[in-house]
């Protein structure tokens, strides 16, 4: 964790010499630079569901995430304003349950892995007609999971402004790599890093429509509907499923799902000092899982250079036709899962931030202009419980 505290450091370093070479530039028609976001974060969890010993055992995981995100700004010959953001992220994890796809190791490879995701976007801005352009490419990559994503979108402003539609479309094209329990596999083999799995893959397509509009000057809304459908293998290979009769078998699931989640979120200023935000979603999917999902957060400005923010998230969903627990699926089942992200669950997430935005900068640099550090503590109807912390600082 020191290390990468002093590789966050460094790189602030880069991103203010960079900044004082533009300072004085308005409406640059060079590239230049207008931001970078660092954010690092620790996660941890623990649980007696895993769906790699069939629904029960340690769902026991940590995770510290490091992420960059810079972005660049140029205006074209008509004035068009293009934005340019570049981030990549680098996560770290260990998992318990993960270790136990050979159930008979002390620790094996799968106890940890990393996943690095980079991602490239670009929009382009017409303030005289009010019209966005949009569009991006990411990619990430862990050992048994690979995943090439792209996008594109539009949004168009009123004639008054206080009104913007914006559609978005996304298209992810991942591989699967096959990797069995040890006691399922057919040669036998215990597994390695240089074993040939074989790999399956999965698409996802997803249409997001939005429609955002200012009421007055204290109160603004937005709806959301989104359309997802997903094809290919839409299982885990590692995750194991007892049967009544004490047969184990993988996990199967349709190779098809077709989600639809729809949202509202609204903001309220009171007053100067005191924001109202508020989310609900409804969501629903061919698998016969439902949910609703509903958040407040609650900013406070308690000078002009901190605010606080405490938050509440409240969620519920309904089982997925196709999950029972521990040695409930029978033979007769075409499909079957014991995994308890597809069990009904209600869960509450709460915590609060800090904020810290002072005029002249934060620990001598002028252009680190805002420190943000955030706690959540998540539970689960089931059991499960997780903590995390974040850090964000942002370089202006």
Not at 231 to 254: C, I, K, M, W
């Amino acid at each position: 964790m020191k290390k990468l505290i002093v590789s966050v450091i460094a790189l602030l370093g880069i991103f203010n010499a960079k900044a004082q070479e533009n300072i004085n530039n308005e409406q640059p028609k060079k590239l230049t630079f207008d931001e970078a976001n660092l954010v690092s974060s620790y996660y941890k969890q623990n649980g007696n569901n895993s769906a790699v010993t069939g629904g029960i055992g340690t769902e026991k995981l940590t995770d510290i995430s490091n992420t960059i995100d810079v972005t660049m700004v140029k205006y074209d010959r008509k004035d068009r304003k293009n934005k340019f953001d570049f981030s990549v992220g680098i996560d770290h994890y260990t998992s318990a349950s993960s270790d136990m796809i050979d159930l008979k190791a002390n620790s094996s490879a799968s106890h940890a892995d990393n996943r690095i995701y980079p991602a490239l976007s670009w929009s382009r801005e017409n303030e005289n007609k009010g019209t966005t352009l949009m569009a991006g490419v990411s990619f990430s990559t862990e050992f048994d999971y690979q995943s090439y994503g792209a996008n594109i979108g539009f949004s168009q402003k009123t004639k008054n402004r206080m009104g913007e539609f914006t559609a978005k479309f996304q298209a992810y094209l991942d591989q699967v790599k096959l990797i069995a329990p040890i006691e399922l596999r057919a040669n036998g083999s215990a597994g390695g890093e240089h074993d040939n799995y074989g790999t399956s893959g999965r698409n996802t397509f997803a249409l997001s429509l939005s429609y955002s509009q200012i009421i007055n000057q204290n109160f603004q809304v937005e709806f959301l509907a989104d359309g997802v459908q997903q094809t290919g293998y839409l299982s885990l290979p590692f995750h194991r499923v007892y049967f009544n009769d004490n047969s184990v078998h993988q996990e199967a699931l349709p190779d098809k799902r077709f989600k639809i989640p729809l949202g509202v979120r609204a903001n309220y200023f009171l007053g100067d000092k005191v924001i109202l935000r508020a989310y609900y979603r409804y969501y629903t999917d061919d698998w016969g899982l439902k949910s609703n999902t509903f958040s407040l957060e609650t900013p406070v400005k308690i000078s002009p250079f901190v605010s606080v923010s405490p938050f509440y998230r409240y969620y519920s969903q309904t089982a997925a036709k196709y999950f029972a627990p521990y040695q409930e699926h029978t033979a007769f089942d075409d499909f079957y899962t014991s995994n308890y992200d597809l069990s009904k669950f209600s869960s509450n997430f709460y915590g609060a931030g800090i904020r810290i935005s002072p005029k002249n900068g934060l620990f001598g640099v002028e252009r680190l202009n805002v420190l943000e550090i955030r706690y959540g503590h998540y539970t689960k109807s089931i059991g499960m419980k997780s903590d995390i912390i974040s850090l964000n600082l942002r370089f202006k």
